[in-house]
Nanobody, 116 residues
């Protein structure tokens, strides 16, 4: 089994930055790790993901502003978020995915609030 713990959320002003972290423990050979977010009344959506080899993909809404990275030695994935706006406010979750894109573990989520 894999356990995932996110951190780094908080309150930030529009235009500000945050860096989220997700540490994995347990069965830690993870093919891909993803960041998803869910705002109130909306479905959970993919923000970004990264494979063990470093291949990345992003939602169109965050391209150029967010960067996903991964430290395999530390079993940690990061999400650097810049130029945050109100539409980015949500609970952010990380997950572990198999090579077929199926998620088999989720973190508990970390809240990101964007407000002046």
């Amino acid at each position: 089994q894999v356990q995932l713990v996110e951190s780094g959320g908080g309150l930030v002003q529009p235009g500000g930055s945050l860096r989220l972290s997700c540490v994995a423990s347990g069965r830690i050979f993870i093919y891909a790790m993803g960041w998803y977010r869910q705002a109130p009344g909306k479905q959970r959506e993919l923000v970004a993901s990264i494979t063990r080899g470093g291949s990345t993909k992003y939602a169109d809404s965050v391209k150029g502003r967010f960067t996903v990275s991964r430290d395999n030695a530390k079993n940690t994935v990061y999400l650097q978020m810049n130029s945050l706006n109100a539409e980015d406010a949500a609970v952010y979750y990380c997950n572990a995915e198999d090579p077929y894109g199926s998620a088999y573990a989720w973190g508990q989520g970390t809240q990101v609030t964007v407000s002046s």
